[in-house]
């Protein structure tokens, strides 16, 4: 929702993600509220979904009143004056949950999850899991996978396809958004795409999740490097106990399944 040119016009659309975590996530449903806190994180250059993650935490702190507008604006207005303060909330929710001891920190990995319930959607939540990213919503989402997203034993290969598809988008720079038209047949596009970039023509059948599996292999290791391990491959403990009221769901996805998700990759 940036506006060009320093105007602070309130006016524009206001994507997904920003209304769940800094309308819903914190109690705020004004669209001209949303509008006007984003206008300030975009104008820092900052995320409106890690910020979003780190008002929702210092709400479950007490820093701000649920649904106050202007407890959040003033929050926002100490990560501009770059106070100490300013400084946490502005490294995001895990920095948050740490200064103040929180343990209900919706992160993977560092990441703010967006907005997608894994306690529902179980095979996002297998992503936000998995993913050498954290909790990335374009590493794979499973929203249109034909299973029961409740049933915790099928969430396994749809994730996994869903994070070799989108890992091979990106190591081509196709837009998330591009993947969708031509989903159908995207080994057709992306070899048209190979050959006409580079002129290879033996190209194997399945080239997308060929690169998907490059690129996440080569992900993984990097992260085995910088220390990751599997036990960073997990949700939030407390989203293992605390039922969203609405269904009585938890994440329940085995550990067995994160921790093997990959075995046919690496």
């Given amino acids: 929702m940036s506006s060009g040119g320093g105007r602070q016009d309130h006016r524009l659309a206001v994507e997904y993600e920003t209304i769940g975590l800094m309308g819903t996530n914190i109690d705020i449903d004004s669209l001209d509220s949303i509008g006007r806190l984003n206008w300030h994180v975009n104008d820092l250059g900052l995320d409106s979904i890690e910020i979003g993650g780190s008002l929702g935490v210092a709400a479950e702190a007490g820093l701000m009143r649920w649904g106050s507008e202007e407890d959040a604006q003033n929050l926002i207005d100490e990560i501009r004056a770059g106070t100490e303060l300013g400084h946490v909330l502005g490294d995001g929710a895990v920095s948050v949950g740490k200064k103040y001891n929180i343990e209900r920190v919706p992160a993977v990995k560092g990441q703010t999850m967006s907005a ?30 034909q299973v029961n997203h409740l049933d915790p034993t099928q969430q396994k290969d749809a994730s996994l396809n869903a994070q070799l598809n989108m890992a091979g988008y990106d190591t081509i720079g196709a837009c998330i958004f591009a993947g969708f038209g031509y989903a159908a047949t995207p080994d057709g596009v992306v070899k048209r795409l190979l050959k006409a970039r580079y002129g290879w023509d033996d190209l194997p059948d399945n080239i997308l999740q060929a690169l998907g599996k490059e690129t996440i292999k080569l992900e993984r290791e990097f992260n085995k490097r910088a220390g990751f391990t599997a036990k960073d491959d997990r949700l939030p403990e407390w989203m293992t106990k ?25």
């Fill in 116 to 145: 997608y319930e894994p306690r529902s959607i179980k095979g996002t939540g297998v992503t936000f899991a998995t993913t050498p990213q954290g909790a990335d919503h374009t590493c794979g989402l499973t929203i249109r996978a």
């Fill in 242 to 266: 605390e039922a969203i009221p609405e269904n009585g769901s938890v994440f329940d996805v085995s550990t067995e399944v994160l921790d093997h998700i990959f075995d046919g990759i690496e």
